[in-house]
C-alpha cells in the first residue's frame, strides 16, 4: 500500500475577505509525483508555503511522516524530512556548486554561526552534498561558480540544495519555469529518479510536463480544489476543460 508522508486536511487561508485556500485536503506518496495545477491566482503558492511551514494555515491541519506539524517551523519540518525548492533564485552564485550544497546541507545540523567553518570540517555535509549532486547529476560541475551554470543547471541546483537535507518529501515550486525542451526533458528524468524514494509535490505551470511527469494531479481554481486524479482522468473531466485547460 502507498505510504503517505505529507497530509494536508481542509487547509484553508484568508487574506481578509479574500480566501485564497479554502478547504483542500492534499496527499503526497512515497513514489509519487502530485502536481497542482491551476489558473495565476488559484492558491497553488500559497497552499505550497502553508504545506512548507512559512506561515500557518488559517484553518487545517498538517501531517508530516505521521506526526501533527501544523504549527511546526519551517526548520523543524526540514529536519523532520521536508525539501522545498522556491520560484527565485536561492543560490549563492560567487560560491562552487559544492558549497552550495554543503552550506544547504550544513545549515539543518549546525548552528547558523558555524556555517563557515572549513568544508572539510564538517564530514556529515560534505557526504551528504556530495550524495546530492550525485543524485541531481551535477558532479561534472561540482567545482564551477554557481553563478556561471547554465539557467537549467541552475534549477537542478536547487533541487539538489533540498536534497543536500536528505528529505523524504519534495516540494517543488515551479522547478521547470524558464526552461527550454531540453532542459525540461532532463529535469524530468531527475524527477522520475527521485520519485522512487520521495513523495514530491509538484507546482508547475507547464502542462506537457505535467502530464508526462505527473502520477495524480489536483487542480484548483480560485482557492478550491475543483478536480484530483490520474492524468488521464484529468485530461477527461469536463469542469477542468470548462475552467482551466481549454481542451488540453
Ligand atoms: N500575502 C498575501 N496577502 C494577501 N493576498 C495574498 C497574499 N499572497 C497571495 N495572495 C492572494 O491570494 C491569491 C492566491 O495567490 P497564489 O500566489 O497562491 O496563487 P498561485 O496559484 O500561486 O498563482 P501564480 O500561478 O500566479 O503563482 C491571489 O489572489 C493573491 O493575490
Redesign the pocket.
Known sequence: MAETLLRGSDIT?R??G?V??NAVSIELERGSVHAVI??????????I?ILSGEFPPTEGKIELLGQEATHWSQAKRARQGLGRSY?RNTIFPDFTVFENCRLAAQAQVQRPWVWWNNAQKCKHSVTAANHALELAGLMSVKERFAGLLSHGQKRQLEIAMCLAIQPKVLLLDEPLAGMGAEETDRMLELLASLKRDHAILL?E?DMDAVFRIADRITV?VN?SVIASDTPDQIRVNADVQTAYLGGH
Open positions: 487561508q487574506w481578509g479574500l485564497a485556500v491551476g489558473t495565476n491566482g488559484a492558491g497553488k503558492s500559497t497552499l508555503n520560484q507546482v505551470h484548483m482557492g
